[in-house]
């Protein structure tokens, strides 16, 4: 009781102050199998077959938005700790629930397998919102790295859902309400395009249209969910002109955007705790959210 105690105080402190609490606090996770039965085109049944979304919720002042997280890793790998645990404690921090998921991978597996992932999730936390506390119109996307390139593709390769479909969790939209793309993968055509994550996701010799329709600055429409960008000059693993164009695109389509992009800082920060500069980022994606109205305002 003390401790939970503790906690919670820290966490109040930190959201008024608009820092970054400990994400050594994020309490262990619930973890739910996406396809409990096998997921869709399953190579087989070890844990790389299985994807899987670890729960975090909010121990105190729930703000009823929730957040479905991509690590990074090149399609290839996933960086679940800071990446994904990290930021399911700040996530929490700031009483939004955090939904880390464990999508499928190269070269096991291709396109479009990380995307049916991503969607399921989506739609997952759709379908139990109101159990989980969540507003079902109040849940986001948010990506690094090779994992932005995952939120993007679910910010424009959205589906309303099959209404006569038999699983329930297929008759909900997968649209997400924002996305939130950090240091993203974007395009598969520019020269700037991340060549590994292109390969593990697609392969040696893809169809030219499957890379066409996966360059998602391409994709921009005026559907595409109101999006946050952060991105770093001194990146040169995914160059900053991955989320330059993204942005142009939102602002042609006219979808709300805000991007930020630091002078230095390498590819992979994450929240950048150790950096004294560059770890503001994050406050400047919390004034976002209130903004947006999808967080409340700090008490005076």
């Known amino acids: 009781m003390l401790k939970r105690t503790v906690v919670w105080a820290f966490t109040i402190l930190a959201t008024l102050a608009g820092a970054t609490l400990d994400p050594s606090l994020a309490a262990e996770p619930k973890v739910e199998l996406l396809w409990p039965k096998g997921a869709p085109g399953a190579v087989g049944k070890e ?53 880390v998921l464990k999508y499928r991978l190269g070269p096991r597996y291709h396109h479009p397998a990380p ?30 790295s090779a994992g932005g390139h995952l939120a993007a593709t679910a910010g424009t390769h959205f589906h309303a859902g099959d209404s006569k ?12 309400d924002f996305l939130i793309l950090a240091y993203p993968v974007i395009s598969f055509t520019a020269e700037y395009t991340h060549l590994g994550s292109r390969k593990n996701l697609l392969g040696d010799n893809p169809d030219p249209q499957l890379v066409e329709s996966l360059s998602n600055e391409k994709q921009v429409t005026p559907e595409t969910p109101p999006t946050f960008l952060f991105h770093t000059d001194g990146d040169t693993g995914v160059p900053p ?60």
């Open 241 to 300: 002109e991955n989320s330059v164009s993204f942005y142009l695109a939102l602002r042609k389509a006219r979808v709300p955007a805000e991007m930020h992009i630091y002078e230095q800082g390498p590819h992979g920060v994450g929240l950048a705790t150790a950096d004294p500069i560059l770890s503001s980022w994050p406050n400047r994606l919390a004034d976002w959210l209130r903004v947006r109205r999808l967080i409340p305002a700090p008490a005076q």
């Open 47 to 99: 844990d790389a077959d299985r994807p899987e979304l670890r729960i975090y919720l909010p121990a105190a002042k729930p703000s009823g938005t929730a957040v479905v997280v991509c690590p990074g890793g090149g399609y290839g790998a996933l960086a679940m700790d800071h990446e994904g645990r990290q930021i399911a404690g700040w996530l929490n921090s700031l009483g939004v629930a955090a939904f």
């Open 165 to 176: 479909a038999a699983d329930p969790i297929e008759r909900i939209s997968s649209r997400p």
């Open 115 to 144: 995307l049916q992932d991503a969607q399921r999730a989506l739609r997952y936390v759709r379908l139990h919102a109101q159990e989980l506390g969540i507003a079902p119109d109040r849940i986001g996307i948010w990506g690094f």
